[in-house]
């Protein structure tokens, strides 16, 4: 009965001191942006939204993972498509890097700050003694710092054309909602507008072509501006094509008609010819055959009385 009391407070001990080692080396990770805690973040899909820095990473563009419960511990990180710092110090979207690690002091508690320059989702890992928990965070464009257009080269004069106006972050992230002003030149009249991107970044402005030159079109916002120039081409007369290929196939049916007469006229000439060659030909034989006759005639004559060796012979 005593070992069996023994060995319950034994136990008992043993498990009270294990609770007290677990609680030693456990450690507390808070997560906040701007002051506030930060939620989600455990997932892609949750990940925690960041606006993406300037020149200047600060509070409200950081993520604070504030890691206690660690001292003397060492605490290690990477990131992924996002950059870490150990202070906000001075801190510029230049100084961040892809891993920190940091010793903890006494004083059991160390802070590191994530911040990201891109849209796309990123991850940071925190690993502390034996244990790693990973953090997602996904970028929201920053201001507008550069813009773009883009526009057809050339339109029918009167027609309405559409320029898209695009706008970007400083790391070229399509920016939704970012404000952008138009200047629009149509053959030297000026107007001006101005338009906000839609969530994809870009919007479209409607213009209209003169009857005849050209519209300029510049967008500018902050330090950045990108022309476009719509030249105009004329519409098509299709009553005059029309009548024009009505003319030609008339022009070439009388060439043809025109040739066809010509051929006729040669082909009656050959025919004459022909003829004529014919004829030729017929009293040609007649002559022939009269100047045999009269050869034959006074050969007949002439060999009268002669002796055979003396006689001429006859054209057959």
């Known amino acids: 009965m005593k070992l069996k009391k023994l060995s319950i407070a034994v136990i008992t001990a043993l498990a009270v001191g294990l609770v007290g080692i677990t609680s030693a080396n456990a450690n507390t990770q808070t997560l906040t942006v701007a002051g506030t805690s930060a939620t989600g973040g455990t997932t892609t899909a949750t990940a ?34 996002a950059f870490l710092l150990t202070t906000l110090s001075g801190a510029t979207a230049a100084s961040g890097s892809a891993t920190a690690t940091v010793n903890v002091s006494t004083s059991g508690s160390v802070e590191l700050f994530v911040f990201t320059k891109t849209t796309a989702v990123g991850s940071v ?9 990973t953090y997602y965070v996904k970028g929201t464009a920053g201001e507008v710092a550069k813009v773009a257009l883009n526009a057809p080269a ?71 501006s990108a022309v476009a120039t719509i030249g ?47 004829n030729a030909k017929a009293l040609s034989a007649k002559e022939v055959r009269k100047l045999k006759w009269q050869y034959n005639t006074l050969v007949k004559k002439y060999n009268v009385g002669k002796p055979k060796a003396q006689k001429l012979a006859f054209i057959k």
Do not use: M
């Open 232 to 278: 105009t081409t004329q519409p098509r007369n299709l009553e005059a094509e029309l009548a024009k290929a009505v003319a030609d196939l008339a022009a070439e049916k009388a060439a043809h008609d025109a040739t066809k007469a010509q051929l006729a006229t040669v082909a009656g000439q050959l025919v004459a010819v022909k003829a004529e060659l014919d």
């Open 48 to 81: 925690i939204a960041l606006p993406v820095p300037g020149d200047t990473v600060t509070a409200s563009n950081a993520l604070s993972i504030s890691v206690s419960g660690t001292a003397g511990a060492t605490v290690s990180a990477s990131a992924t498509n």
């Open 154 to 224: 050339t339109g029918i004069a009167g027609s309405t054309q559409s320029v898209v106006v695009s706008a970007f972050d400083k790391y070229d992230n399509a920016k939704g909602s970012g404000t952008v002003s138009l200047i629009v030149n149509t053959n030297g009249v000026i107007t001006n507008a101005t338009v906000t991107t839609g969530a994809g970044g870009t919007v479209s402005h409607v213009v209209t072509l003169p009857a005849s030159g050209s519209v300029t079109v510049t967008a500018y916002a902050a330090s950045s």
């Open 125 to 133: 890992t925190i690993t502390v003694a034996n244990t790693t928990t």
